[in-house]
């Protein structure tokens, strides 16, 4: 299920939504496929009832397992937007954090050769928050969202600085048109230009604004 838009902020737009590997669920699923193959092995091929048994037994354990293991594949979630770094999971008892981007210090990731066969690793965030370092285990290609986080943060901070220059570039233009009409005002004054000419320059400047 994708993340609902509801929950973003204003301006906020989604960048990443993403499920853990599907390895988290493989080992499950290989030992619940043996366990029916021992199943069926026993089913057909002994009269033994204790291994019998023993296959039913197992099957239900690594149905179970399996079952368990899907269920947390499909409530865990980690989301990035162009603001937070949020993660989701549970089944009934639910757990989740959310990290700004601008409170992000370092993001690391943990790879073994087979994981990079199959394009798996967990993933570290280290942030200024008071949560620390936080692990997301089992997460597909981990360096890609590593590589998306530092966009979106160098994307924040220009952003931002965007913001704050334009209300000083806005009030200096206003500070400028304020000092003309203030020179203009001296020179009705003086006697250099007339009111029509002083109206009429400083209406000129107010457009301007």
């Known amino acids: 299920m994708a993340y609902p838009p509801e929950n973003l902020h204003n301006d906020e737009q989604l960048v990443l939504d993403l499920r853990p590997h599907w390895w988290t669920y493989t080992p499950s699923l290989l030992a619940l496929v043996a366990a029916v193959a021992f199943g069926v092995w026993a089913l057909v091929a002994t009269d033994s009832d204790v291994l019998r048994l023993a296959a039913a037994l197992a099957v239900f ?10 269920a947390q ?42 994981e990079r066969l199959v394009g798996v690793g967990d993933l570290i965030v280290e942030s200024a928050s008071a ?10 290609r981990p360096a890609r969202i590593q590589n998306e ?39 009705r004054a003086a006697g250099a230009i007339s009111e029509d000419e002083y109206q009429m320059k400083k209406a000129e400047l107010l457009n301007r604004m």
Request: proline content about 2%; charged content about 30%.
């Open 131 to 140: 949560t620390g370092a936080q692990e997301f285990m089992n997460m597909k």
């Open 73 to 114: 594949w499909a409530t865990t979630e980690l989301v990035l937007t162009t603001d937070r770094l949020i993660y989701r999971s549970g089944v009934i008892a639910k757990s989740g954090i959310e990290i700004p981007i601008d409170r992000i210090n370092t993001i690391f990731f943990n790879q073994k050769i087979w």
């Open 149 to 187: 986080i530092y966009i979106q943060k160098e994307e924040l901070e220009d952003r931002r600085r965007r913001r704050a220059a334009t209300p000083a570039d806005a009030g200096g233009g206003g500070d400028e048109v304020a000092d003309r009409i203030l020179q203009l005002n001296e020179l």
């Open 61 to 70: 354990v690594c149905l179970v397992w399996f079952v368990g293991r899907y």
